[in-house]
Every structure is written in structure tokens, then in C-alpha cells.
């Protein structure tokens, strides 16, 4: 199996045949779909996690950004979105524990219970 790793030194050591590749190939070329998902399910699956897809991550990500408070504008720009509303509607999920607190700010302003 290959192993997939980020390239550190410098930008101009960043730029290959095929552009600027953040993460590459042991051979420097680019990462191939398939590749990447099949890596990423056989970690899940030794991890010990039901069937996860690799997309599953940007949910993840976006949700994680929401719930650190990272505005929605940069939310969106770091997934690459091109409108505000993907990034809040299909990407970004409600954690139980923000429910939570909706619930107690609810019961603090009609009950005044602190």
C-alpha cells in the first residue's frame, strides 16, 4: 500500500508536472480517487467504524467549523463552496449538545432561571 504524505519545504518544491500538489503520490503525481477511497475505507473498517465514505469528512469538517464558531463565510471558503447556503444547508449538521443550549437560553429568557 502506499503511503500518502504532505510535502514540507518550500512552495517551489510544492510545484510539479501537474501544478501545485499539496499531498502526492510516493511517485509525486497526483492522488487518484479510487486510491484515496480504498486507503480510507480500510482504515475505517480497522478502526472499527461502520461504512464511512471519504466524503463524510467534509460534512464532518463544516460541522466542526460551525460548532467551533469559525463564521460561515470562511467555512465556505476553505470547502471551496461557491454559495453561503451549501455550506449551512447541505454541509453543516446541528450537534445534539447545541440543542442543548438553545434549550437552556430558551428556559433562561421565559423563566429567568440562570
Known amino acids: 500500500m502506499a503511503t ?3 510535502r514540507r519545504s518550500t512552495a517551489r518544491s510544492w510545484q510539479t ?3 501545485d500538489l499539496v499531498f502526492s503520490s510516493e511517485a509525486g503525481g497526483p492522488l487518484h480517487g479510487t486510491t484515496v477511497g480504498k486507503q480510507f ?3 475505517v473498517s480497522k478502526a472499527g467504524y ?3 465514505k471519504y466524503h463524510h469528512l467534509r460534512h464532518g469538517a463544516a ?3 460551525a ?3 469559525v463564521p460561515a463565510r470562511l467555512a465556505m471558503e476553505t470547502l471551496g463552496h461557491s454559495q453561503i447556503s451549501t455550506t449551512m444547508q447541505i454541509y453543516t449538521h446541528v450537534a445534539p449538545e ?3 443550549l438553545v434549550a437552556e437560553k430558551m428556559e433562561q429568557a421565559i423563566w429567568g432561571v440562570s
Do not use: T, V, Y
Request: aromatic content about 10%; glycine content about 10%.
Open 4 to 6: 500518502f504524505r504532505a
Open 41 to 43: 475505507r480500510d482504515i
Open 98 to 100: 447545541s440543542l442543548d
Open 67 to 69: 460548532a467551533q464558531g
Open 63 to 65: 460541522s466542526l467549523m
Open 50 to 52: 461502520p461504512d464511512l
Open 17 to 19: 508536472l501537474w501544478g
